[in-house]
């Protein structure tokens, strides 16, 4: 059985990584090969790469950029935004990504995925889906203006299935830069209605958000950008989190938090005095991936 996996978005909107809030409002973080970089040491199991810029800008991919943190990358690499054929996915993987995303070249001639899929394998299309809830439905959400698709999120992941996606990332605009946890019902319905890897995200305020998305939800994959930027060990010690619960994840950093206790919420319970006291003169080596 596969493990579940943790992913790391890296956002870059105007070659600059920002947190991204309802897919409206953007906060700047620094540049996106510190971010990949930091991810990679922090031990991630995966990294999204998504260029929100390009397709508004009529850009292609910025290949130089994805060869140079591809180089800084050692977990798959996932990489999306101004693809538009066959050719740019071929490039991309060329210099360097493991995985593309795909999602307004979609909607506008979904048959992109089956070409895709015969020429590079379905292991390496990912096709992204928005999701807005409206008046109580869910809606497929083009990016582009953020107009409504008359498009049943359900019957649409159906086809992209069918198609030869490798895998879905979907994206809950409601939740995106909340905190506010995932969206379970969301990410059920498509776990439940496709064969292939879901990736969920949008939402993650704690390690406990993660669990339910992998034991409520079902995901495959629990990805977020702002829960993992602002701290340095949020990667491990959701991973430890998520071992307690029971969930299998790799663990290969040096630092595992494996024998520390949680809180409800995945926080740390505050340690002893003794053994804080103790952590002052012990020697840690230089982590080492």
């Given at each position: 059985m596969?493990?579940?996996r943790?992913?790391?978005?890296?956002?870059?909107?105007?070659n600059l990584?920002?947190?991204s809030?309802?897919?409206?409002?953007?906060?700047?973080?620094?540049?996106p090969e510190?971010?990949v970089e930091?991810l990679?040491?922090?031990?991630?199991?995966?990294?999204?790469?998504?260029d929100?810029s390009?397709?508004?800008?009529?850009l292609?991919?910025d290949?130089?950029?994805?060869?140079?943190?591809s180089?800084?990358c050692?977990v798959?690499?996932?990489v999306?935004?101004?693809i538009?054929?066959?050719?740019?996915?071929q490039?991309?993987?060329?210099?360097g990504a493991?995985?593309v995303?795909?999602?307004?070249?979609?909607?506008?001639?979904?048959?992109?995925?089956?070409?895709a899929?015969?020429?590079?394998?379905?292991q390496?299309?990912?096709v992204?889906?928005d999701?807005?809830?409206?008046k109580?439905k869910?809606?497929?959400?083009?990016?582009?203006?953020?107009q409504?698709?008359e498009?049943?999120?359900?019957k649409?992941a159906?086809?992209?299935?069918?198609?030869?996606?490798?895998?879905?990332?979907?994206?809950?605009?409601d939740?995106?830069?909340s905190?506010?946890?995932?969206?379970?019902d969301?990410v059920?319905?498509?776990?439940?209605c496709v064969?292939?890897?879901?990736?969920?995200c949008?939402?993650?305020?704690?390690?406990?958000?993660?669990?339910?998305?992998?034991?409520?939800?079902?995901?495959?994959?629990?990805a977020?950008?702002?829960?993992?930027?602002?701290t340095?060990?949020?990667v491990?010690?959701?991973?430890a989190?998520?071992?307690k619960k029971?969930?299998?994840?790799?663990?290969?950093t040096?630092a595992?938090?494996?024998?520390?206790?949680?809180?409800?919420?995945?926080?740390?319970a505050?340690m002893?005095?003794?053994y804080l006291?103790?952590?002052?003169?012990k020697?840690?080596?230089p982590?080492t991936?």
């Amino acid at each position: 059985m596969l493990k579940q996996r943790l992913g790391g978005v890296v956002v870059v909107k105007d070659n600059l990584c920002v947190q991204s809030i309802g897919f409206h409002k953007y906060l700047p973080i620094g540049k996106p090969e510190i971010a990949v970089e930091f991810l990679n040491k922090w031990g991630i199991d995966e990294i999204i790469y998504l260029d929100i810029s390009a397709t508004k800008k009529g850009l292609k991919p910025d290949f130089e950029t994805i060869k140079y943190i591809s180089r800084k990358c050692f977990v798959p690499l996932t990489v999306g935004g101004g693809i538009n054929s066959v050719s740019d996915m071929q490039k991309l993987v060329r210099f360097g990504a493991d995985k593309v995303a795909i999602n307004s070249a979609v909607l506008k001639s979904p048959e992109l995925v089956n070409k895709a899929a015969a020429v590079l394998g379905n292991q390496c299309i990912v096709v992204s889906i928005d999701i807005k809830l409206v008046k109580g439905k869910y809606h497929v959400i083009s990016y582009l203006g953020l107009q409504i698709v008359e498009k049943d999120p359900v019957k649409w992941a159906q086809i992209l299935a069918k198609l030869g996606a490798g895998e879905i990332l979907l994206n809950s605009i409601d939740r995106d830069g909340s905190a506010k946890g995932f969206d379970l019902d969301l990410v059920h319905k498509i776990t439940n209605c496709v064969n292939i890897p879901v990736v969920a995200c949008g939402g993650a305020g704690n390690p406990d958000d993660f669990s339910k998305a992998f034991t409520i939800g079902k995901a495959n994959c629990a990805a977020a950008a702002n829960f993992f930027h602002f701290t340095e060990h949020s990667v491990i010690t959701t991973k430890a989190y998520l071992k307690k619960k029971g969930i299998d994840l790799r663990i290969d950093t040096q630092a595992d938090y494996q024998s520390f206790e949680f809180d409800d919420t995945g926080s740390i319970a505050k340690m002893s005095d003794s053994y804080l006291a103790e952590q002052r003169f012990k020697y840690c080596p230089p982590e080492t991936i």
